[in-house]
């Protein structure tokens, strides 16, 4: 990686980790600004930035990397299987994003990632993101693989111990969708909470 992409994803871990811990307000302040203001309802990394790559196992067993990925936006979030309420609110949106894409549903990869590997196995992910689309992907890989991987979206993780979780603790972690577009360009994020309507309207004009 060349010292020039290693600042720009420096800088754009840095960002989201901001994102993440002061929410909307933050990133409308300091956060890129989007190239219009009427033209997506997510926010716009200007420029588009290379999309860290993944290389994680899916739900069946194969490796997923972005690259393999060429032609298709792919929508990626961060989360886990335990979560009460993020996460399962974000995967049905996802569903009623694919349902409102129509045929256009084709040309997209919604991907979960978990950020709890050690409860979250493959099989325990294709059995949760089942019960929303099996089309969906649920990506694993152990605590050492995923490190880079989160360090490189700005992903912010911390187990929180609980005893009202079926599993003793809760996971905080940053809640954003981001976009990737069919060329593999980091180009949108959106906040947990953007309606599906808009987040489908700002994919047809990725894709």
């Not at 002061?22 to 588009?48: I, R």
Request: proline residues 9%; charged residues 20%; aromatic residues 14%.
């Amino acid at each position: 990686m060349t010292r020039t992409r290693t600042r720009r994803l420096g800088f754009l871990a840095a960002l989201i980790v901001l994102i993440g811990l002061l929410g909307w307000g933050a990133w409308t302040l300091w956060g890129p600004k989007p190239l219009s203001q009427q033209a997506f309802h997510g926010f716009v990394l200007d420029p588009p930035q290379p999309a860290p790559e993944l290389g994680l196992i899916d739900q069946h067993g194969q490796t997923f990397r972005l690259a393999d990925q060429r032609g298709k936006a792919v929508m990626l979030f961060f989360g886990y299987t335990n979560c009460p309420d993020v996460c399962p609110a974000t995967l049905i949106y996802y569903s009623q994003v694919k349902r409102d894409l129509g045929p256009l549903a084709d040309k997209v990869r919604f991907v979960f990632v978990t950020v709890d590997p050690e409860y979250d196995t493959p099989e325990r992910l294709r059995e949760y993101v089942n019960r929303f689309d099996p089309s969906f992907y649920g990506l694993w890989g152990s605590p050492e693989q995923l490190a880079p991987v989160l360090a490189d979206y700005g992903i912010y993780v911390e187990k929180v111990p609980n005893e009202n979780s079926p599993v003793g603790y809760w996971v905080n972690h940053t809640a954003l969708s981001f976009v990737i577009d069919p060329r593999g360009r980091l180009v949108l994020a959106f906040p947990f909470g953007v309606e599906p309507q808009d987040m489908a309207a700002d994919l047809r004009r990725i894709i």
